[in-house]
């Protein structure tokens, strides 16, 4: 089942479909608990120069397949940077944010921005999966032997990995919560605790998650052609210091939102011409 696509968290959504494709399919449904979606990402620019893609990841882990690698990628804190060029295509598995743990075998803060080699990480099985993926490029092959490998390491039913689910899910629809206080009495437990949990089953703080949230908010609707003035979006957010929101922009998203704005219009009237 191909899911409806959301570009929120990639910074030049314009790109896609001009410089890449991108396509992401719903696990079975014996697998949804734990496993997000599947997603295929392909590019064609021979002849042209290479393009910069840019995301906002989410709180979530990835098995990534691209020829010769299967990596096991941990949360990633900041911007991911990826120069695409050529001809190419990679396969990822989603996980959901809790989804993870019990697969490691370990809390995931150990993984946070690390790039793990299946191989290394789940022996014989891990190298099968990346053999797998690597002998076709037909999505539906490569789905079907992600889910043999997925079955097999399925994990048990854990009530804090719901819970993690749960509030990132809260967290992400909406928009009234800017706070690790607000996270904290809609689910009737303390920050602390809130801290421990996704410490453990996500890698970083719910802090960070909800400026994560905001930022890819931000960016995704300065993006739009009818987007209103930075400093309206800033305060339709939440953002009562528009220094606050400039520097927390820069820092995460390399620019300030008026040179993210601009650069997105001259990537926009480049394309128109090409």
């Given amino acids: 089942m191909v899911e409806q696509e959301s570009l929120r968290g990639v910074l030049n959504p314009a790109a896609v479909p001009a410089k890449f494709q991108l396509v992401r399919h719903a696990p079975a449904p014996d697998l949804a608990y734990f496993v997000q979606h599947y997603w295929l990402v392909a590019w064609d620019l021979r002849g042209q120069p290479?393009?910069?893609?840019?995301?906002?990841?989410?709180?979530?882990?990835?098995?990534?397949?691209?020829?010769?690698?299967?990596?096991?990628?941990?949360?990633?804190?900041?911007?991911y940077t990826r120069r695409l060029e050529g001809a190419g295509c990679a396969f990822g598995i989603t996980f959901r944010p809790g989804g993870f743990?019990?697969?490691?075998?370990?809390?995931l803060h150990t993984i946070v921005d690390a790039a793990l080699d299946s191989g290394a990480l789940f022996g014989s099985d891990g190298v099968a999966l990346a053999a797998g993926l690597a002998a076709t490029d037909d999505a539906g092959t490569r789905i079907a032997c992600a889910e043999q490998f997925l079955r097999?390491?399925?994990?048990?039913?854990?009530?804090?990995?719901?819970?993690?689910?749960?509030?990132?899910a809260a967290a992400l629809a909406e928009r009234t919560i800017r706070r690790v206080s607000d996270l904290a009495t809609d689910f009737g437990c303390s920050q602390r605790t809130?801290?421990?949990?996704?410490?453990?089953?996500?890698?970083?703080?719910?802090?960070?998650?909800?400026?994560?949230?905001?930022?890819?908010?931000?960016a995704e609707l300065l993006a739009r052609p009818d987007a209103p003035p930075w400093p309206v979006l800033a305060a339709e957010l939440g953002y009562f210091d528009q220094a606050h929101f400039i520097n927390?922009?820069?820092a995460v998203i390399g620019r300030t939102p008026s040179a993210y704005v601009q650069g997105l219009d001259q990537r926009r009237e480049v394309q128109q011409h090409v």
């Fill in 248 to 250: 927390e922009f820069k």
């Fill in 50 to 79: 290479p393009h910069c893609s840019e995301t906002l990841p989410f709180p979530c882990v990835n098995i990534v397949a691209e020829p010769g690698k299967t990596l096991v990628h941990g949360v990633i804190s900041g911007r």
């Fill in 194 to 218: 809130l801290q421990r949990l996704f410490r453990e089953y996500v890698g970083l703080g719910p802090k960070w998650m909800v400026q994560r949230f905001r930022l890819q908010e931000a």
């Fill in 101 to 107: 743990r019990e697969l490691l075998g370990a809390p």
């Fill in 152 to 168: 097999a390491h399925a994990p048990a039913p854990d009530v804090n990995a719901d819970l993690v689910n749960a509030i990132v």
